[in-house]
C-alpha cells in the first residue's frame, strides 16, 4: 500500500528555491529550516522573519444560527466578541478533552471565520458539521484549499507591513483584524502570532500568496527579513509556553490541566465539554502542565519521562535549547503538588537522570502589541 502524499502550500516552490530542507508535519511537506534554527529564531527576535502557514486550516460559518453553532461548539464566549476582533479558544469532546484549539474571527454580524491546526482540518471539520447539525441556519464553507496564511513576526514586522499595506497597520490592535491590500493582494491584516513577538498573519488567496511572500522579502531586505522554517517557529512558541497540539494538548489532556481555563467560559451557557471540565474544576486537577529548566546542557524530549527521587511524576510533552533565554528548557505535566516553581526534579535522558527544576513561564518575556 502506498503512503498517502503529501500536501504542498502555494509557497512550495519558493521554500525549494530557497534551499529549504524539507520535512513531513501534519500531512504537509514544510520547511523546516533555511539557514540553521538558532539564527532563524534570532532573526525573528531581532529583525523580522516570514513564515509559511497556509498548511493551517480555515472554516467559515455565517446565517442566524452561525452564534449558536459556535457557542456549543467552542469553549469560549463568542457572543462577547466585536465585528473586527478575534480570541483563541478550544473544542473538546464531551469528556472534557481537547478536540484542538483554534482563533475565531468574527468577521460581521453573522459571519464567523476558525482557524485551525493542519493536521487537524478533517478531523475538524468532521467534528464541527456533525455536532452543528441539528443548528438552524449555520452554513458552514471549507476555505482551507483557497486561503494562503502568512506570519510576519518581529520587532520589525509592522514597519514591513505598514510599507506595503494600504491602510495603518499601526492602528490594528492586538487580536484585531482588518481587510485591506498588502502588495496589492487582498488580504485580511491579523495582529497575531505564535512567537511571542509583535505581527502579522495574512490570509490571502491561494493563488496570489506567493506574490505576497516576494514582496515582503522584498520590501523587508533592508530589516534583515528573512523566511523561517518549522524549527524555529518551534523554539520561538516553547520559550512563551504556547501549547503545540500533538505535543502539548490532545484528546487525552483538559484545558483546566494545560493552564488553558482563561477561555472556558462556563457561565455563557451550555457547550460540548462544559459539564465535564466543571467536574474537574470542582474536584482539582490532578496533573498540570508546567515549564521546566534543565539545570545542565541536556535537551528533554516529548515522551521523556519526569522524575522526582526513584519514581516517575510526569512526562515532558516538549523541549529544545532556547536561543533568547540560552537555558535548555522544557513543558512537562506533572503531578500538582510538584507544581510549584522552585520544585527539584529531573528528567530521564537515555538512562540517566538529569536534573531540572520547575520555574515560573514565559520562559522569555513576550513583546506582542497588547495595548
Not at 183 to 191: F, G, M
Not at 298 to 304: I, N, P, T
Request: aromatic fraction near 8%.
Amino acid at each position: 500500500m502506498s503512503a498517502t502524499p503529501l500536501k504542498r502550500t502555494p509557497l512550495y516552490q519558493a521554500h525549494v528555491k530557497a534551499g529549504a530542507r524539507m520535512v513531513p508535519f501534519g500531512g504537509w511537506e514544510m520547511p523546516v529550516q533555511y539557514t540553521g534554527i538558532i539564527e532563524e529564531h534570532r532573526t525573528v527576535r531581532a529583525a523580522v522573519g516570514l513564515f509559511d502557514v497556509s498548511h493551517m486550516g480555515e472554516f467559515e460559518v455565517e446565517g442566524p444560527g452561525a452564534l449558536a453553532a459556535l457557542q456549543r461548539l467552542t469553549t469560549n464566549d463568542v457572543a462577547a466578541l466585536q465585528v473586527g476582533q478575534i480570541h483563541y479558544s478550544l473544542l473538546c469532546y464531551p469528556n472534557g478533552t481537547i478536540v484542538d484549539d483554534l482563533t475565531v474571527y468574527r468577521m460581521g454580524d453573522a459571519h464567523y471565520l476558525l482557524t485551525v491546526n493542519a493536521g487537524n482540518i478533517d478531523k475538524d471539520w468532521a467534528w464541527v458539521t456533525e455536532q452543528t447539525r441539528e443548528v438552524k441556519d449555520a452554513r458552514w464553507r471549507n476555505a482551507s484549499e483557497g486561503t494562503g496564511l502568512i506570519a510576519v513576526q518581529g520587532p520589525k514586522a509592522e514597519a514591513l507591513v505598514g510599507r506595503l499595506a494600504d491602510r495603518d497597520v499601526t492602528r490594528i490592535g492586538y487580536y484585531r483584524f482588518e481587510r485591506g491590500t498588502v502588495a496589492k493582494v487582498p488580504t485580511l491584516i491579523s495582529r497575531t502570532g505564535y512567537t511571542g513577538e509583535d505581527g502579522f498573519e495574512l490570509y490571502a488567496p491561494a493563488d496570489q500568496t506567493e506574490k505576497l511572500w516576494t514582496a515582503l522579502l522584498a520590501g523587508g531586505r533592508g530589516d534583515g527579513a528573512a523566511p523561517i522554517g518549522l524549527g524555529a517557529r518551534d523554539t520561538l512558541r516553547l520559550e512563551m509556553k504556547y501549547a503545540l497540539y500533538g505535543n502539548d494538548i490532545d484528546e487525552t489532556t483538559t484545558a483546566l490541566e494545560a493552564g488553558l481555563s482563561w477561555v472556558v467560559k462556563p457561565a455563557k451557557g451550555e457547550f460540548t465539554g462544559r459539564e465535564a471540565l466543571e467536574k474537574v474544576r470542582a474536584e482539582g486537577v490532578r496533573r498540570k502542565l508546567i515549564g521546566l529548566e534543565m539545570t545542565e546542557r541536556a535537551v528533554a524530549r516529548h515522551g521523556y519521562p519526569v522524575l522526582k527521587g526513584e519514581g516517575a511524576v510526569g512526562t515532558v510533552t516538549s523541549g529544545s535549547y532556547a536561543p533568547s533565554a540560552d537555558k535548555y528548557i522544557a513543558m512537562a505535566y506533572v503531578e500538582t503538588a510538584l507544581a510549584g516553581a522552585g520544585t527539584e526534579l529531573a528528567v530521564e535522558i537515555r538512562g540517566q537522570a538529569k536534573p531540572a527544576r520547575v520555574v515560573k513561564t514565559p520562559f522569555y518575556p513576550s513583546r506582542v502589541k497588547k495595548a
